[in-house]
């Protein structure tokens, strides 16, 4: 199964493609999206949409995985970080792919067993569970494989669950 996961951002977006073979994830492919503060708003946006609909055209994940929104600084960044997120949802969903969104409690939980993990803690263990032997130095490209991490993981309990009649 692969999966996009996604860190949405204004200035940067992270992405990180997983895949899971015989039980062992690997990372495709990560970085980030970065836009210019100096552009309209709307076409950071178009960037952002294009960029992730070009790597869902040229991976095909099965699901795409997008963090939510808890909590911004500001009102103001709170709207451009949703709008941000409806531009990914948007980009996977008129691709046909499905979409699941953790919120950070959820993601550090499944990445670390800790929901309260700081950046380096998380960067690390995705580091570490995808055999990486270079160091992630996007934190967003690290939060977004670890978005992806977290769907699998998930997505593994589930089809556990399921196959034991619960």
């Known amino acids: 199964m692969l999966v996009l996961g996604v860190d949405p951002g204004a200035g940067a977006t992270g992405y990180g493609m997983v895949a899971r073979s015989?039980?062992?994830?690997?990372?495709?492919?990560?970085?980030?999206?970065?836009?210019t503060p100096r552009d309209p708003f709307p076409s950071r946006l178009q960037q952002i949409f294009s960029q992730l609909a070009e790597l869902i055209r040229r991976y095909q994940p099965e699901w795409a995985a997008v963090e939510s929104?808890?909590?911004?600084?500001?009102?103001?960044?709170?709207?451009?970080l949703g709008q941000v997120r409806g531009v990914a949802?948007?980009?996977a969903t008129l691709s046909g792919v499905t979409i699941?969104?953790?919120?950070p409690?959820?993601?550090?939980?499944?990445?670390?067993?800790?929901?309260?993990?700081?950046k380096s803690q998380v960067q690390q263990m995705v580091q570490s569970l995808l055999d990486l032997k270079e160091p992630i130095r996007s934190t967003d490209a690290a939060d977004a494989l670890a978005v992806a991490i977290c769907h699998h993981h998930s997505a593994r309990l589930l089809h556990l669950l399921r196959g034991s009649g619960r």
Not at 22 to 35: K, M, P, Q
Not at 70 to 80: L, P
Not at 100 to 103: C, G, K, L, S, V
Not at 105 to 118: C, M, N, P
């Open 100 to 103: 699941a969104e953790y919120t």
């Open 69 to 80: 929104l808890i909590f911004a600084k500001n009102v103001q960044s709170a709207f451009k």
């Open 105 to 118: 409690l959820q993601i550090k939980s499944a990445v670390t067993g800790y929901g309260a993990a700081g």
């Open 22 to 35: 015989d039980g062992v994830l690997r990372a495709v492919e990560y970085g980030s999206i970065i836009t």
């Open 89 to 91: 949802i948007l980009a």
